[in-house]
């Protein structure tokens, strides 16, 4: 039969569906454009400071290397997992993670996923209801935006306050909140902010949730990267004030995002999300989903209890110097301002002063002039955070390169600046 090229094809017609839909950013989406305007000439290395990615920086533990090995070999873990995840993996999870709450978790309140972004498709899928809305903070992590407009939730943006540690505008988040509000994400420790929040702040949060009737989404992906004033609470923490749900994941503690383990918690010692219906909604969520890899889930229970502390504490100690560098260079350049020295992650965000200027308008035309004159790649806050005129750095990559990184942006600012 003759190919018909007259043949009208129903599975796409572009009718101005796709300009019409809103615009939806991711951090790969940015940095890949970025790093598309590399001189491919330049002959120095690329100091990637856009896009964190721990394994770089660090080798995960011998404990967990075994672990995947023994399972492995054991061939007892090639099967498919049930749609929340084996029961051992769920079980070590919620005894690692009570070690620091005011309740005991049981494995029912553990649903594992394929990192932390599948835990926070989960939860948008799960929200989604015709006129619901979700409050994002601004500065945020840009996933939880695309996933949200994928489930059709309106987004609302609350503030975070840069003078006062990156803390939430609470009357900002009362402001935005009505009946249709569903839930407020929060990360801590702060994606891009670097921020930790401290206890009363964060219980003050979970009283305005109760109050105003929606569910807290914490995104505690950076928990064990802390290494300033404040230590790190958990939102789990306050469940019984109001109901709760945190998102984590392998990625960062053990350097391996790879193996893309993550896993999404009721923290709900009332009940409220298991009476309301929402656990079983994610749980369907989870049924016509993809799975963890089994052989992963298999090694959590001897990842979480032979890796040593001590594993821990070193590379605390190497974020904690990285952070240090980073804020002490960026002090030295004069085009930039950072508002808060970080206490957590593996980011700092800075204020440019884009009027020093001779030939740069915005944050983005100086990221990808950077990348080409510099071959370095910083984050454009205006494009991929909703903050114009920010920058956000990585600070966890190899020492000398972020000094050499950090050195080349002076060089350009100074290169750029607008003659006296």
Known sequence: MEYDESTEWHFWQDKGELDKAP???????????????????DQRPVVPLGHGDPSCFFRTSAAAEDAIVNVIRS????????????????????EYLSHDLPYKLSPDDVYLTVGCTQAIEIIMDALARPGANVLLPRPGFPYHEARARCSHLEVRHYDLLPEQGWEIDLENVRALSDENTVAMFIINPGNPCGSVYTRHHLEKVAKMARKLGFLVVADEAHEHFTFGNNPFVSMGVFGSIAPMLTVNSISKRWSVPGWRLGWLVTNDPNGILKKSGLTKKIIGCLNVSTDPPTPIQGAIPDILKKTKKENLSKMVEIVREAAD???????????????????????????????LFDDINDDLEFCLKLAKEESV???????ALGMKNWLRII?????????????????????????Q
Do not use: W
Not at 25 to 30: A, C, M, N, Q, W
Not at 336 to 352: N, R, Y
Not at 377 to 383: C, F, K, M, T, W
């Open 23 to 41: 615009r939806v950013i991711t951090i790969r989406e940015v940095t890949d454009m970025l790093k598309e305007n590399l001189n491919k000439d």
């Open 377 to 383: 790649i910083l984050l454009p806050g205006g494009l």
């Open 395 to 419: 600070f966890a990559v190899e020492p000398s390169l972020l000094e050499d990184g950090l050195g080349r942006i002076k060089a350009f600012c100074q290169r750029h600046a607008k003659k």
């Open 75 to 94: 061939a007892k873990y090639n099967c498919y997992p049930p749609a929340n995840g084996l029961l051992s993996a769920r079980g070590a999870i919620a």
């Open 325 to 355: 560098t980073c804020y002490n260079k960026v002090e030295e350049i004069p085009f930039m301002t950072c508002p808060h020295k970080p206490e957590g992650s593996i980011f700092l965000m800075v204020k440019l002063n884009v009027s």
